[in-house]
């Protein structure tokens, strides 16, 4: 059984860019969130995204945007980078109703 | 406000010494977890523990959900127990916007 599955596993972007980063949510879940961790920091909510529509928001701007498939995998969409949004980007997935988060091992996003 | 704080944020053990970690955390936050992030930065589910005491191995975690704080019990601690231990809640009930603390760095020494 396949835990949460992120791509790339790291990549240097320069600012202005935009990143795409994928993940496929652990057998039976159907809810994705993306987090936000920087160096030094506790991992910080972006948003969740379940049915395919995002369910909640944290505070971050529109620059960062998702999508879930039918397939209940994700993408998490960062445009026009700036340099602090160098950070390690986590992927989580649960059931719905279920507290049990499962963490995938991230995409370390480096900005130049 | 919102918080989820942790305490100590630094620890340094020696091998085979036991360590107790602290998570206050305020009253929009509920249904605390641990975590455990290795140095390969992947977070890993130690408990799910919105009240009482579970345990498993040398890790125990005891949550008094009315004085809003946490403990994390680590007994005779390992070298692989190495990395930074995370507390978390969700915020206002949801099952969506996990808070986390900024975490206790532990150091264990051989």
């Known amino acids: 059984d396949a835990g949460v599955t992120q791509s790339p596993t790291h990549l240097i972007k320069t600012r202005g860019q935009q990143v795409t980063l994928r993940c496929s949510p652990k057998?039976?879940?159907?809810?994705v969130s993306w987090y936000q961790q920087a160096l030094g920091q506790g991992p910080q909510f972006i948003f969740q995204?379940?049915?395919?529509?995002?369910?909640q928001r944290g505070n971050f701007p529109d620059r960062f945007s998702g999508h879930q498939f039918p397939n209940y995998s994700s993408e998490l969409n960062v445009n026009a980078l700036l340099l602090g949004d160098s950070a390690l980007y986590l992927c989580?997935?649960?059931?719905?109703?279920?507290?049990?988060?499962?963490f995938g091992e991230g995409s370390w996003l480096t900005v130049v | 406000g919102i918080q989820v704080e942790q305490s100590p944020p630094d620890l340094i053990l020696q091998e085979g010494a036991n360590s107790t970690l602290r998570c206050n955390f305020s009253?929009?936050?509920?249904?605390l977890q641990w975590f455990h992030q290795n140095p390969w930065g992947q977070l890993i589910n130690l408990f799910y523990?919105?009240?009482g005491t579970k345990q498993n191995g040398r890790l125990s975690a005891t949550t008094v959900a009315t004085e809003r704080y946490s403990l994390l019990y680590i007994s005779s601690s390992q070298t692989t127990d190495s990395g930074v231990y995370f507390c978390?809640?969700?915020?206002?009930?949801?099952?969506?916007?996990?808070?986390f603390g900024k975490g206790t760095k532990l150091s264990v020494k051989p």
């Open positions: 989580a997935s649960s059931r719905t109703g279920g507290n049990t988060i499962y």
């Open positions: 057998s039976g879940h159907d809810t």
């Open positions: 995204y379940y049915e395919e529509e995002e369910r």
């Open positions: 009253d929009s936050v509920n249904n």
């Open positions: 523990i919105p009240s």
């Open positions: 978390a809640g969700f915020y206002g009930g949801s099952q969506g916007n996990l808070i």
